[in-house]
């Protein structure tokens, strides 16, 4: 595996505040997700990669370079989407391009600005100011952005926020055909999680500014897919007290009308399920083992719920 991002004991404190507290994070090549709550410090990772910020403890190296002192040659082989990019408004999105690639001193802006608009789609868009651009047409832009510089890595963070159902996922199936065509990896830092599973090969979580767990999506997925239950049942509240209160299982939480639990021993919980929802004179619809999605990972390693924005 050639990595891309390696971060050892990486600290960053604001004042008192930790934002990170010993992160260790990899990114191979390829298209990797970075998943965790609002606050889980994505957005401070991000800006220390970048050589915005200077860590207060351990390491960050992007393609071997350490990202505070060797800042400037790192950025001329990444990309960047930030959260929340401000465009002016008076610019046509082509025009936007043109400059950018100025900056990144591309040879023929003019013609760069033209590619890349056709690859990201924008091509009928790219004499209109940017101010009448729709929200995905503006995050399409900002993915040009990203791309002027012909990075090794594209950045994203929160790429798809203010974007409809239809728009994520048109979105990052953009990104998954850049990757196979153009050979640009990404590193997509979200709480949005359902479209991200179909395109990326990689995912590190985070929380509390430590990583929770990272590795292929097969090999999580087949990790907290060991012994995971869904129980439907009459009054869930009841059986998941239980549960927890006889230690039948590492992990218990309710959706809907449903128990879902991450079991320790498989055996003793198909054995004292039915005894505990016999004693409690529940009504027992059904128990199957799950194959888990990133949410389902997400909420076991994490315990929240991701934002659906649909």
Request: charge should be negative; hydrophobic fraction near 40%.
């Amino acid at each position: 595996m050639e990595e891309l991002i390696v971060t050892e004991g990486l600290t960053k404190f604001f004042g008192d505040i930790p934002a990170l507290t010993g992160l260790n994070l990899t990114v191979p090549k390829g298209i990797s997700g970075f998943i965790g709550p609002n606050g889980a410090g994505k957005t401070t990772t991000i800006n220390i990669l970048l050589g915005l910020l200077k860590p207060t403890e351990g390491t960050a190296y992007a393609f071997g370079m350490d990202s505070w002192s060797q800042s400037y040659e790192i950025r001329k082989r990444l990309g960047v989407l930030h959260e929340k990019p401000a465009y002016s408004g008076s610019f046509t999105g082509r025009r936007y391009l043109e400059h950018i690639a100025r900056l990144y001193n591309v040879p023929n802006a003019k013609e760069k600005a033209r590619e890349i608009l056709s690859e990201v789609g924008l091509t009928q868009a790219g004499d209109k100011s940017i101010k009448t651009y729709s929200a995905g047409m503006t995050q399409r832009l900002g993915l040009a952005q990203a791309l002027v510089g012909n990075p090794e890595l594209a950045i994203l963070d929160e790429p798809t926020a203010n974007l409809d159902p239809i728009g994520r996922s048109e979105f990052l199936e953009k990104i998954k055909e850049l990757n196979h065509t153009k050979g640009v990896n990404f590193f997509i830092s979200t709480h949005i999680l359902p479209e991200l599973e179909k395109v990326c090969e990689w995912v590190s979580i985070i929380n509390e500014g430590k990583i929770i767990d990272q590795g292929t999506l097969k090999d999580l997925t087949d990790k907290y897919s060991a012994n995971t239950y869904k129980i439907q049942v009459s009054k869930p509240d009841l059986l998941v007290a239980r549960l927890v209160e006889e230690n039948i299982v590492e992990k218990a939480w309710i959706e809907g009308n449903a128990v879902y639990c991450k079991v320790k021993d498989v055996k003793k919980f198909h054995a004292d399920v039915p005894k505990i929802v016999a004693q409690l004179k529940l009504e027992l619809e059904s128990m199957q083992t799950l194959r888990n999605t990133l949410e389902d990972i997400f909420q076991i390693t994490v315990g929240e719920k991701t934002e659906n924005e649909a």
